[in-house]
């Protein structure tokens, strides 16, 4: 329960409306407490004698405290459970905000149809729990103090005598609420597992009919999913004992009024009317035993759920504004950038991706980094924006450690495109604006223009309308890149880094982009990876990445000059044009 406690600022949040809702449930319990009285009191009347016109007035007397009592479970309705559609709303962007801003580790580790599985099911439990469970748990107990009164206050005796089942129930209450808790947990875990698999086969699903995997796949859910039914069969045997438990204690509980109220008519110290009003009091009384059992189960599910949600918000970003000097402005990050002895490494490994890094990046000029599959260029790249931190050492930018530099500003002042580009199920437009809010059509175009994308473009139906589909599925693979690259550029960033951007762009047009970008964005640091060194040899300055650290360092003549690996890799890449040409 200690989980839940967390909602506790939620509903203080609509805390009017639920006790609206608490004055609505009062009135209807109140109500539903005196029509058994009524009850009561005209079969009392037909024993006597009574005529045709009192039984008339007995039943419009009972019809419209039942109607009342209707109007008022309405209203109760309305009010706690659209609080708890507007808890779920409210908890559900809490959520969903809170992972906006956590680092790039968390999502190394989570997978997302697990977060998924929080995001839906999770909360959708927790709602059950602050609709249904409040409203039921309020009804329940609220009913249960205003029956018992009025029982105890018509006869003790019977009253002691039909609530003896009472305790037999609390405690198979508590052994039901600790086996169906543990079940409850396994269930949620399940369900986690199923929305992982399936979001990864969607994602997949290319790669499953390229080789005819379609079986395996479906053999590999219909197990998970069979655990999954397994472990909600198992919770709902738990929970299937709960009600015919309920009624046969509620029954046997109607049998002791019946024999020892009858006992009691025939002494004189009772009449029929009030075994009637016991009787109808005691089925009023099922329903909370039942509705606890209910209650319980909603508890049950609810607990885990927040318990996981729980565990996300509390998690905090590792990627934070370390005394920030919240002066800085985007436009005063024009300087050099400069790493000293960086070093990195995962938090859950020890191998070093970078070693002892030592490079100055001057204001507007161009840096190629190249080397082999597996070397930390992105990694090397990623810490600028801090997507990661380094382990040791530090970036300066301007003379500002990273660090002390906001978050916003930081990034705002990067423009990044990699070699798998996300796009969204959005248009073209949309795409390339994406790092704004109002989407300025010639900026659009001057972009796509320098990515070289415009000529595509134009050939398109809808032009910069065209909707691309799910993770741009319509468009082709360079122009995917192409779009990421005009996105990047977009932002008119002070530092645009292209990773590895051109892998899927034909050599005249990546030689066409980066003359553009020469032209056109001079007065903004370009860093760009390439396998390709022919890609790089009119930078400034360029890089070559061994085992993590710089193994050769220069301009594209100097490198060759070196006669080393990049002079290794240039050859070889010559070799290969040739043939190609041959072919």
Same mark, same amino acid.
């Given at each position: 329960?200690?989980?839940?406690? !967390?909602?506790?600022?939620?509903?203080?949040?609509?805390? !009017?409306?639920?006790i609206l809702g608490f004055v609505f449930i009062?009135? +209807?319990?109140?109500?539903?407490?005196? =029509?058994?009285?009524?009850?009561?009191?005209?079969?009392?009347?037909?024993?006597?004698?009574?005529?045709?016109?009192?039984? $008339?007035?007995?039943?419009?007397?009972?019809?419209?405290?039942?109607?009342?009592?209707? $109007?008022?479970?309405?209203?109760?309705?309305?009010?706690?459970?659209?609080?708890?559609?507007?808890?779920?709303?409210?908890?559900?962007?809490?959520?969903?905000?809170?992972?906006?801003?956590?680092?790039?580790?968390?999502?190394?580790?989570?997978?997302?149809?697990?977060?998924?599985?929080?995001?839906? /099911?999770?909360?959708?439990?927790?709602?059950?729990?602050?609709?249904?469970?409040?409203?039921?748990?309020?009804?329940?107990?609220?009913?249960?103090?205003?029956?018992?009164?009025?029982?105890?206050?018509?006869?003790?005796?019977?009253? $002691?005598?039909?609530?003896?089942?009472?305790?037999?129930?609390?405690?198979?209450?508590?052994?039901?609420?600790?086996?169906?808790?543990?079940?409850?947990?396994?269930?949620?875990?399940?369900?986690?597992?199923?929305?992982?698999?399936? @979001?990864?086969?969607?994602?997949?699903?290319?790669?499953?009919?390229?080789?005819?995997?379609?079986? =395996?796949?479906?053999?590999?859910?219909?197990?998970?999913?069979?655990?999954?039914?397994?472990?909600?069969?198992?919770?709902?045997?738990?929970?299937?004992?709960?009600?015919?438990?309920?009624?046969?204690?509620?029954?046997?509980?109607?049998?002791?009024?019946?024999?020892?109220?009858?006992?009691?008519?025939?002494?004189?110290?009772?009449?029929?009317?009030?075994?009637?009003?016991?009787?109808? =009091?005691?089925?009023?009384?099922?329903?909370?035993?039942?509705?606890?059992?209910?209650?319980?189960?909603?508890?049950?599910?609810?607990?885990?759920?927040?318990?996981?949600? /729980?565990?996300?918000?509390?998690?905090? +970003?590792?990627?934070? #504004?370390?005394?920030?000097?919240?002066?800085?402005?985007?436009?005063?990050?024009?300087?050099?950038?400069?790493?000293?002895?960086?070093?990195?490494?995962?938090?859950?490994?020890?191998?070093?991706?970078?070693?002892?890094?030592?490079? !100055?990046?001057?204001?507007?000029?161009?840096?190629?980094?190249?080397?082999?599959?597996?070397?930390?260029?992105?990694?090397?790249?990623?810490?600028?924006?801090?997507?990661?931190?380094?382990? /040791?050492?530090?970036?300066?930018?301007?003379?500002? /450690?990273?660090?002390?530099?906001?978050?916003?500003?930081?990034?705002?002042?990067?423009?990044?495109?990699?070699?798998?580009?996300?796009?969204?199920?959005?248009?073209?437009?949309?795409?390339?604006?994406?790092?704004?809010?109002?989407?300025?059509?010639?900026?659009?175009?001057?972009?796509?223009?320098?990515?070289?994308? =415009?000529?595509?473009?134009?050939?398109?139906?809808? %032009?910069f309308k065209t909707v691309i589909g799910e993770?741009?599925?319509?468009?082709?693979?360079?122009?995917?890149?192409?779009?990421?690259?005009?996105?990047?550029?977009?932002?008119?960033?002070?530092?645009?880094?292209?990773?590895?951007?051109?892998?899927?762009?034909?050599?005249?047009?990546?030689?066409?982009?980066?003359?553009?970008?020469?032209?056109?964005? @001079?007065?903004? !640091? @370009?860093?760009?990876?390439?396998?390709?060194?022919?890609?790089?040899?009119?930078?400034?300055?360029?890089?070559?990445?061994?085992?993590?650290?710089?193994?050769?360092?220069? #301009?594209?003549?100097?490198?060759?000059?070196?006669?080393?690996?990049?002079?290794?890799?240039?050859? %070889?890449?010559?070799?290969?044009?040739?043939?190609?040409?041959?072919?």
């Amino acid at each position: 329960m200690k989980h839940l406690l !967390t909602l506790i600022p939620y509903l203080k949040k609509y805390r !009017t409306k639920l006790i609206l809702g608490f004055v609505f449930i009062s009135c +209807s319990i109140a109500l539903q407490s005196i =029509y058994p009285l009524l009850i009561g009191s005209a079969v009392d009347s037909i024993t006597r004698g009574t005529q045709p016109l009192d039984l $008339l007035i007995y039943s419009l007397k009972i019809i419209s405290v039942v109607l009342f009592s209707g $109007l008022f479970l309405f209203l109760t309705r309305r009010t706690i459970i659209v609080t708890s559609r507007e808890i779920e709303n409210d908890l559900r962007l809490d959520f969903f905000s809170h992972l906006q801003f956590l680092s790039k580790d968390f999502y190394d580790k989570k997978s997302v149809g697990d977060i998924m599985a929080h995001a839906t /099911n999770d909360i959708n439990n927790v709602r059950n729990f602050l609709g249904p469970g409040i409203m039921y748990s309020s009804q329940t107990i609220l009913r249960t103090i205003i029956t018992l009164s009025i029982v105890f206050s018509i006869s003790i005796k019977i009253s $002691l005598i039909a609530l003896a089942p009472l305790p037999i129930i609390s405690f198979f209450v508590y052994k039901v609420m600790k086996s169906a808790y543990r079940r409850s947990v396994k269930v949620q875990e399940a369900f986690s597992h199923l929305t992982s698999r399936v @979001q990864e086969d969607f994602l997949g699903i290319r790669l499953i009919k390229a080789y005819v995997r379609e079986d =395996y796949a479906i053999n590999k859910f219909y197990n998970i999913s069979r655990d999954y039914q397994n472990k909600n069969l198992k919770l709902a045997l738990i929970e299937s004992y709960s009600f015919p438990m309920m009624f046969l204690l509620s029954g046997f509980s109607m049998i002791l009024v019946i024999y020892f109220g009858g006992i009691e008519v025939i002494k004189g110290n009772f009449s029929i009317g009030n075994i009637a009003e016991f009787l109808v =009091y005691l089925v009023q009384l099922t329903w909370p035993m039942i509705a606890l059992g209910w209650v319980i189960n909603l508890v049950q599910r609810a607990a885990p759920s927040m318990a996981r949600i /729980n565990s996300i918000l509390n998690t905090t +970003s590792t990627i934070k #504004t370390t005394h920030p000097k919240i002066h800085i402005k985007e436009p005063q990050i024009k300087g050099d950038i400069v790493f000293k002895d960086v070093s990195f490494h995962f938090p859950d490994s020890e191998r070093w991706i970078l070693k002892n890094i030592n490079l !100055t990046i001057p204001y507007s000029s161009t840096l190629g980094i190249t080397g082999r599959v597996g070397e930390g260029k992105t990694t090397l790249v990623s810490l600028i924006p801090r997507i990661y931190d380094p382990t /040791n050492g530090a970036i300066f930018w301007n003379g500002y /450690n990273i660090r002390e530099i906001p978050l916003d500003v930081l990034r705002n002042s990067i423009g990044m495109a990699t070699q798998l580009s996300l796009l969204f199920s959005d248009t073209l437009e949309k795409n390339i604006a994406y790092s704004s809010d109002k989407v300025d059509s010639k900026r659009v175009e001057y972009c796509a223009k320098i990515a070289g994308l =415009y000529e595509d473009v134009k050939a398109f139906p809808d %032009k910069f309308k065209t909707v691309i589909g799910e993770r741009g599925v319509l468009i082709s693979g360079g122009q995917k890149q192409r779009v990421a690259i005009a996105r990047a550029l977009y932002k008119n960033p002070e530092c645009l880094i292209l990773d590895d951007s051109f892998s899927a762009v034909d050599t005249q047009t990546e030689k066409e982009i980066l003359q553009a970008l020469k032209t056109n964005y @001079q007065n903004s !640091t @370009q860093i760009v990876i390439s396998h390709r060194v022919l890609t790089l040899q009119n930078f400034d300055k360029i890089i070559v990445l061994q085992n993590g650290c710089i193994c050769e360092e220069g #301009t594209h003549q100097q490198l060759l000059e070196l006669g080393e690996l990049y002079y290794s890799i240039y050859q %070889k890449q010559l070799i290969e044009e040739e043939l190609k040409e041959v072919n």
